[in-house]
């Protein structure tokens, strides 16, 4: 594809002037594909009636067509042009979550949308965004908004302006650079089947959190780990290899860290008598207790080129807006062979180790 001129809006995250969204949301309507900050990730939007607007997303991203792609919109009002009236149940989680990272799988109104945006399924993924920048200039342009996260198909979600620039300039129309994004991974992708709550795709809003929401007797299916090659995940985007830096990376499991830090200095090791440039992702100690992250640390010092420490395993919110922006810093150090230690799965801890692991496409050592 051509290449094109990217434009770039600073904005003011918490209030963004009308004036400095007017273009984008110009160019939106337009057909332009612009990106924007959510509280999640930044988003590649499109006017999601506008099929080749739809189409030129899929270009930029390099994204496989029957990967369908997340409706946002400003407020509920927009809700009744795509879908039928929601169940009590999904009225209970928009209640909850809305505006916020939670996605809502729903059956969507026949020619209310570009049938690229749904990629041939009945239903479609919607959500209102939890961010000043986002719902203003949704509002602003006055459409329903097609918005995968905007990467290069396969690699990590960005979370800052300069991170989507890094993927897609000279091949998108604009990006409204807003900040650093909230929650750092992705919304909970989730869909109403009976009396079943299926987590597609686990997220900002934990299962925990959906359950305490939910009406009794309807019960929640927690995602389902790595699908076999024969079974279709409900969720297209998940069986594709995602979220990776360029090198190859192995996730080392184990209740003993000090023996997992050995693990890892040793694989370290023989990837530098291989030949090749080595990096290891360790998440801070509970507490920040200083000296125990120093001496992690100072275990791979010498065997590793690049080293990102992600967050804390005390506060893995912290973990979570810094993953993706640690995985992308393997790159800039062209490490070769990465190695990462695990976080704690509870809570948001679970929509980490759910991307880590697709990051390592199934490199698991378990000690
Ligand atoms: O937080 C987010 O969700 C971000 C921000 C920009 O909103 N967007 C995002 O979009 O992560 P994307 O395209 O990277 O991921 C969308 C996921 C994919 O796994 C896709 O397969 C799934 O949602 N999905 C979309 N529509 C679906 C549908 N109708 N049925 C099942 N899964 C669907
Ligand atoms: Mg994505």
């Excluded at 984008?24 to 990730?41: H, K, N, Q, S």
């Excluded at 909970?188 to 959190?209: F, K, M, N, Q, S």
């Excluded at 010092?301 to 005390?314: E, W």
């Amino acid at each position: 594809m051509g290449e094109m001129h990217t434009n770039i809006w600073r904005v003011d995250a918490e209030h963004p002037m009308p004036e400095d969204l007017q273009e984008a949301a110009e160019g939106l309507r337009r057909g332009d594909t612009i990106a924007f900050p959510t509280e999640t990730v930044y988003g590649l939007g499109a006017d999601a009636r506008n099929t080749e607007a739809v189409a030129a997303v899929f270009t930029a991203k390099g994204r496989p067509s029957d990967n369908p792609l997340i409706v946002h919109i400003a407020d509920r009002s927009q809700l009744s042009e795509l879908t039928a009236p929601p169940e009590e149940a999904v009225s209970r989680l928009m209640d909850a979550f809305w505006p916020g990272p939670l996605t809502l799988v729903l059956p969507v109104r026949q020619g209310a949308l570009s049938p690229l945006v749904t990629a041939g399924l009945p239903t479609v993924g919607i959500r209102i965004p939890d961010h000043p920048v986002a719902r203003s200039l949704i509002a602003a342009a006055g459409c329903p908004v097609a918005a995968p996260s905007a990467n290069r198909s396969g690699r990590p979600s960005p979370t800052e302006a300069a991170h989507v620039l890094g993927d897609l300039a000279g091949r998108i129309a604009g990006v409204v650079d807003g900040g650093p994004a909230g929650v750092g991974l992705e919304s909970t992708v989730v869909e109403l089947r009976g009396d079943t709550l299926y987590v597609l795709r686990p997220g900002g809003v934990t299962g925990a959190e959906l359950r305490r929401a939910l009406p009794a007797g309807v019960r929640v299916q927690d995602a389902v780990e790595a699908p076999t090659a024969t079974e279709t995940p409900r969720a297209p985007g998940m069986k594709y290899a995602h979220y990776a830096p360029r090198g190859s990376l192995t996730i080392v499991l184990g209740a003993d860290r000090a023996a997992v830090l050995a693990y890892m200095r040793r694989e370290l090791e023989m990837a530098r008598a291989r030949g090749e440039r080595t990096g290891a992702l360790l998440f801070g100690a509970a507490g920040g207790r200083q000296a125990a992250e120093e001496q992690a640390a100072g275990m791979l010092a010498a065997a590793a080129d690049h080293i990102a420490r992600c967050g804390s395993q005390g506060d893995l919110s912290s973990a979570a807006r810094e993953l993706y922006g640690a995985l992308r810093s393997f790159d800039e150090a062209e490490a070769a062979f990465i190695v990462a230690e695990g976080c704690g799965e509870e809570g948001i801890g679970a929509a980490i180790m759910n991307r880590l692991r697709k990051a390592a496409a199934g490199r698991v050592v378990t000690l």
